[in-house]
């Protein structure tokens, strides 16, 4: 019962990775918007699998079909249902695990909690779920576009490869320009040639993706809980094999004093309020004030890796899981656009919740 | 619109630093549970200002009352009403800031979300809103405690002082005996006299606050959204002054290699499965497994420092925000019964979703 | 955990008939609103007991009192406290039931369902706890009136004695002129002398709680689930004693003809379009349409009577129910102001959640 | 935003009349329950156009496809997909309206709404879309069979034609055997004639279903707000046409006295606890009591009518709406499984929110 998410954008998603398809129901998407199926397709594409040789083989057209909610071109106000079809299932490659726990993947927690289990490539807890999440983050994106609002996620670490220019000084652009979407070219290539031996020795690395939003309105954030970057949050950690999130200063801020991490605020010439530095990501109390909103996720080595492991089956005997089928070694170059797909999902649930009655004067 | 949280155990918190009192209610709190007032107040006792002279002097009873829900000495399973009178509210403290943005708090964004603020100590924004989370989280503890789950938080770190034992090692009971609430004695002993070092300078530090937690039954957790780990993120973000959170091999689990990070399954003598190693942190999938869960929460140094800084007011005008007051040099030692709280709320909600329906044989 | 109403403005209510006090939190109330304190007290005195002959002599103040979320006499946006202490509870008058299951009350379901119950006086199935709907209706209602929004209840039939004139006709200000609310002063009259007689028989009686109001935007509901009738039709269901709830044509539509029912639209002088018949009760798909909105509320007899009764206690043993302390023989009376503050919280809900967003052009 | 309803069995609905699809995304369905595709399908050809010649015309295989959810003949927990491909769309039939506001249609409310619309056959508001509402009632009905819940619904009036007799003097099985599903043969002749002649006429007629629940286990329900019948009239109300909802007595009790309706409690020789009459409709104080649930459940005349009426554009211009295309002359006989269904889908959320945790002894 947790596959509901947002409050008045709210996606409702479906599909395991080896059923007839992976879709969602989105509701609450205002009326109006120009659905660009084909801006919809290109995120999809930039998810999909097979991008290069440092991913998943597996093959998939990942065509996107609408089955409601849009009328001559524009979003209507009512529910819009996505899906994408399952094509390169191939069944046959997971069979000899289907009574087998894999270490550190989830088929022993779904089969203790729910009795049995779709075995098939993870079923629901295959990463394949995020073409859905995708799809949805898409048409928020859509809608965000229209507000001036810009998220850009990238990779800015694989294994100990570690991005350190500040964010300002880079060209996020560049990240789409390679395989590994690191907007550094030099160090994209480094980690490129790294996951590539990773592949080759059969093994998985973990990462990380950051992430810079631009152009969020003053205002979205609903305390004490529902904060903005709480709930951000939780959408990042939501998604297949993350560990971890911090922004602004994150982590290192705590060893910070006050003095040093308080962002005082000045004037600008334009009667705005703005503040010098920005450890606080763009999110103070919970509210979003106008500066650029920036958060880091952090992503472990992915469990499924090509070589022998001692595990158990379901009847608690001892087995051998070999290695088969494909696999991503290293999951943040394809994880960039769901990052960013979770972050529009978000901020268009909090900016729709946002609103505040007009009463007549 | 943001101050309820949970699905089944739901809270729905209230109350400004400087208003009349603080409370909660809580709907969906199982019937015929035995209701502890005094361990409920005793939590509240370790949340408490004045404890120590490294925290802040406001003096506050935070005797709580309980208005609904309870009768002989049971809970109804009708909601809960529980609150606390503000007492030590000192208004006047406050009344030189009524237009004042203080850097790095939530005055300005609560300005501009709301159009107005209850500027008196932060009002809503205050730390203060804690308390009804620790009314509400020793409830849940309360709960959890007959089910066997035991909750332990404690402070890791404050500014670059930072324990590196493995908890494993550690007696978690230790940390309750010093004031900073570290389970090493010594390392408490150095952090307590930076900590007061930072107060003589009217200046603020960071820390973190790690949780373990121990006998929580495999199966909680409800992916894909609504993940154990997600929804203990989004609790922990939630809290003032936090800026990240990362569980199990967190952020330094990013370097690792799938060969090193998966955790190996075996068989106990008891029939059970384990894992050799706890990388994943007690959850798989989202859903817990049966191995203690743990979790960093990393607080930032808090902005009310007292010292002069320049800011500007509600008319954009130069001004300089003059350190007056009482406040926390760290907040990390009074954070952990909040820490656990929002653990116990979390876990509990989780404990009640999961029930699964029996079908007649 | 089923005392949680609302989407956007959602109430949290609490409270048991003979516990320390009834109240609601208020999550999501728009910033700024006047909070007008004198206003919400003289709605709780529309609902309170002792009005009459004819209702309940329990003695109450039901001085409501505000504990969070105003400040300077305004709303802050952040979530607003409001309680009433339960003054005479007289606990004594229910000691002698405190294992009796009364006829037609929820004693036996509470106790079954739970476990255990507070029997004093119903305990939260008492219509005490419709104290907490009046206060947070006037809120809401508060809001209405501004935004030209008028809701008014009043009674139109007790036991068999029927309110027959048009609603079009009525002046309803009238209701509030007698003890029954009744519109119709010389019905009012025989409405009254028959209530009289059947607290004087010890007995009880039923009657309907009818509806207006206009002014109400068009736009309001959110169909399929959601729809503003069915959403008002839950509302008024909750309220203690209610067996039906109809809207426009209602059970009497049926036996018409589409050609007879249909409402047809005409475009006024003023550019507007109206229907020149109202069968839709201002509602079409779900969606109010302008016209004036009108429904029906049947409220059975009350279970409690003054006369003995047979029945059960907890052990099953047979026994007779005495009819012994205060009760009203007729609850519509005071069931006017529920009914209007249940119409006041979904109507607010509903302009809320109807906020569109806008495009830049 | 509307279209999700339930708390814990939790649907998301979507598509339009005219659409490629309509559908259902089912959340919280528990795990290994039989999926038994043949059942769900009977119910959808319950509620099918095309039945008699007293429904409409419109020709739609009404084929379910599942595409998640289910693995190897049973549910495995996670999200289950079900779609329905709409085949005979004619949308030529509907390009004459498209700027048109039907009387008593949604087309007006949802373009002043939305800013737009899909106004082939109604697009959202049409009752197609109910049938992703029967789709996820009959596995809501499966899982309740398998509990020994029986849920029947039949007409019992049709324009002035009325049911009079009580229902534990009916076999309801009957109702199936006819078009109309009224469970008296004769007075279903009448009923089928009465409709027939209203369709020659080009008219439409109102009507009543009845709805009667056994074997519901006592408990469910979730005051003040979720009380068992508050959801029940929600989602009743929530049905097209449907106009009033009352349950036990109904309105007709509004006029019995209390000392009338009151239901005695006897112990019966089993040991469980019955009432002598059962006014109270199985519920009490909002909780099931073990008695049979029984309601009724108004629905208007249909607004589509094969003759000529005025109306205006969108442009505000006088025009005539030509009755054209096929239509329901009386919708009661296929609301039947409609009202089952939404039955269904409420007693299963209630069941699995009734859960109570199971404290060690």
Same mark, same amino acid.
């Given at each position: 019962?947790?596959?509901?998410?947002?409050?008045?954008?709210?996606?409702?998603?479906?599909?395991?990775?080896?059923?007839?398809?992976?879709?969602?129901?989105?509701?609450?998407?205002?009326?109006?918007?120009?659905?660009? !199926?084909?801006?919809?397709?290109? /995120?999809?594409?930039?998810?999909?699998?097979?991008?290069?040789?440092?991913?998943?083989?597996?093959?998939?057209?990942?065509?996107?079909? *609408?089955?409601?909610?849009?009328?001559?071109?524009?979003?209507?106000?009512?529910? #819009?249902?996505? !899906?994408?079809?399952?094509? &390169? @299932?191939?069944?046959?490659?997971?069979?000899?695990?289907?009574?087998?726990?894999?270490?550190?993947?989830?088929? +022993?927690?779904?089969?203790?909690?729910?009795?049995?289990?779709? +075995?098939?490539?993870?079923?629901?807890?295959?990463?394949?779920?995020?073409?859905?999440?995708?799809?949805?983050?898409?048409?928020?994106?859509?809608? !965000?576009?229209?507000?001036?609002?810009?998220?850009?996620?990238?990779?800015?670490?694989?294994?100990?490869?570690?991005?350190?220019?500040?964010?300002?000084?880079?060209?996020?652009?560049?990240? /789409?320009?390679?395989?590994?979407?690191?907007?550094?070219? @030099?160090?994209?290539?480094?980690?490129?040639?790294?996951?590539?031996?990773?592949?080759?020795?059969?093994?998985?690395?973990?990462?990380?993706?950051?992430?810079?939003?631009?152009?969020?309105? #003053?205002?979205?954030?609903?305390? *004490?809980?529902?904060?903005?970057?709480?709930?951000?949050?939780?959408?990042?950690?939501?998604?297949?094999?993350?560990?971890?999130?911090?922004?602004?200063?994150?982590? &290192?801020?705590?060893?910070?004093?006050?003095?040093?991490?308080?962002?005082?605020?000045?004037?600008?010439?334009?009667?705005?309020?703005?503040?010098?530095?920005?450890?606080?990501?763009?999110?103070?109390?919970?509210?979003?004030?106008?500066?650029?909103? +920036?958060?880091?996720?952090?992503?472990?080595?992915?469990?499924?890796?090509?070589? &022998?492991?001692?595990? *158990?089956?379901?009847?608690?005997?001892?087995?051998?899981?070999?290695?088969?089928?494909?696999?991503?070694?290293?999951?943040?170059?394809?994880?960039?656009?769901?990052?960013?797909?979770?972050?529009?999902?978000?901020?268009?649930?909090? +900016?729709?919740?946002?609103?505040?009655?007009?009463?007549?004067?």
């Amino acid at each position: 019962m947790g596959s509901i998410y947002g409050k008045i954008f709210q996606i409702s998603t479906f599909g395991e990775s080896h059923g007839a398809a992976v879709g969602v129901v989105i509701q609450g998407c205002p009326a109006g918007i120009n659905f660009d !199926l084909d801006f919809i397709q290109s /995120e999809l594409d930039r998810r999909k699998p097979g991008q290069s040789r440092i991913t998943t083989q597996r093959k998939e057209a990942d065509s996107v079909e *609408v089955l409601s909610g849009v009328f001559e071109g524009k979003t209507t106000g009512t529910p #819009i249902a996505m !899906l994408v079809w399952n094509g &390169d @299932q191939r069944s046959k490659d997971y069979s000899h695990i289907s009574d087998q726990f894999r270490p550190s993947h989830a088929d +022993y927690t779904y089969f203790a909690k729910y009795g049995l289990r779709d +075995y098939r490539g993870g079923g629901r807890s295959s990463a394949r779920e995020t073409v859905a999440r995708v799809a949805a983050g898409a048409l928020a994106k859509l809608v !965000l576009h229209q507000l001036g609002v810009r998220i850009t996620a990238y990779v800015s670490q694989v294994g100990t490869l570690k991005l350190e220019t500040p964010v300002e000084q880079l060209d996020l652009r560049v990240a /789409e320009t390679n395989a590994v979407r690191c907007p550094d070219t @030099q160090l994209a290539e480094k980690m490129f040639t790294y996951i590539d031996q990773i592949r080759k020795e059969g093994d998985s690395v973990g990462g990380v993706v950051s992430a810079y939003i631009t152009g969020c309105p #003053i205002g979205l954030g609903e305390p *004490v809980f529902d904060k903005l970057h709480a709930e951000l949050g939780k959408a990042m950690l939501s998604i297949n094999a993350v560990k971890g999130f911090e922004y602004g200063s994150g982590f &290192d801020g705590v060893a910070l004093r006050g003095s040093q991490h308080n962002d005082i605020i000045e004037k600008q010439a334009d009667g705005s309020l703005r503040t010098l530095t920005n450890h606080s990501g763009g999110i103070q109390g919970g509210i979003s004030n106008g500066e650029p909103i +920036y958060f880091r996720v952090g992503f472990k080595p992915v469990a499924t890796i090509m070589q &022998d492991q001692d595990s *158990v089956n379901e009847k608690g005997e001892k087995i051998t899981v070999s290695g088969k089928g494909r696999h991503d070694p290293c999951v943040v170059p394809r994880a960039v656009p769901i990052v960013e797909a979770m972050a529009a999902i978000i901020l268009l649930d909090f +900016y729709l919740r946002n609103r505040v009655i007009q009463m007549p004067a």
